[in-house]
């Protein structure tokens, strides 16, 4: 968990500011709402934590489904 808000914080700054090294405050709009899908809104950027997620829920599913895949 560590390692996805130490990576989402170095996108966030260098989106706001195009460098590593930007400073709070900066921020025109919650990095929630430009992680949405462009259809809702958003700039479709992935939200890191949830693909995670997602991969995780996919490994489970293609064990249950395909459990001679290796």
Do not use: F, N
Request: charged content about 30%.
């Amino acid at each position: 968990m560590w390692a996805l808000k130490a990576i989402d914080k170095i996108r966030r700054q260098y989106m706001w500011h195009g460098r590593k090294e930007a400073k709070g405050g900066h921020c025109l709009v919650a990095w929630g709402k430009v992680c949405r899908p462009l259809e809702l809104g958003g700039l479709g950027i992935s939200s890191l934590k949830e693909l995670g997620w997602a991969l995780r829920m996919r490994w489970l599913w293609l064990e249950r489904t395909e459990p001679d895949r290796p």
